[in-house]
């Protein structure tokens, strides 16, 4: 059996807190001090691929956003190089772009939130 490791320490946030899943995203957003998130889609990338690139529908006053990616899902068996992720963030949108390619036949899919810096 795997041994849980106990939450992170941190300061004026109840233990409670970090052992259910709202009090741990309102944890979550206190630690990033943005806002919540503006927007929200999921990318994939195959083959010999590096990028993906997300426009807005509407174009943003700046590219001062934070992108958050999380692995969502998996083809194949991707070089580990695939698994990390940059982004270029522009006002119209932002390139995800993967630090190696995933090879051929397999592909990585990224679950994406733009969430504002703070102001």
Do not use: H
């Amino acid at each position: 059996m795997a041994a849980l490791l106990p939450p992170p320490r941190l300061t004026g946030v109840p233990d409670d807190d970090l052992f259910n899943i709202n009090g741990y995203l309102n944890v979550l957003a206190r630690a990033i001090r943005g806002g919540v998130p503006e927007f929200g889609t999921s990318v994939t990338v195959s083959g010999t691929d590096t990028t993906a690139s997300v426009t807005f529908a509407r174009e943003r006053a700046d590219a001062n956003y934070r992108v958050i990616a999380q692995l969502a899902a998996v083809v194949g068996a991707p070089t580990t190089s695939a698994f990390f992720v940059t982004t270029e963030n522009t006002a119209s949108g932002f390139t995800v772009t993967l630090l190696g390619a995933p090879g051929a036949d397999n592909a990585v899919t990224f679950d994406l939130l733009v969430i504002p810096e703070p102001v």
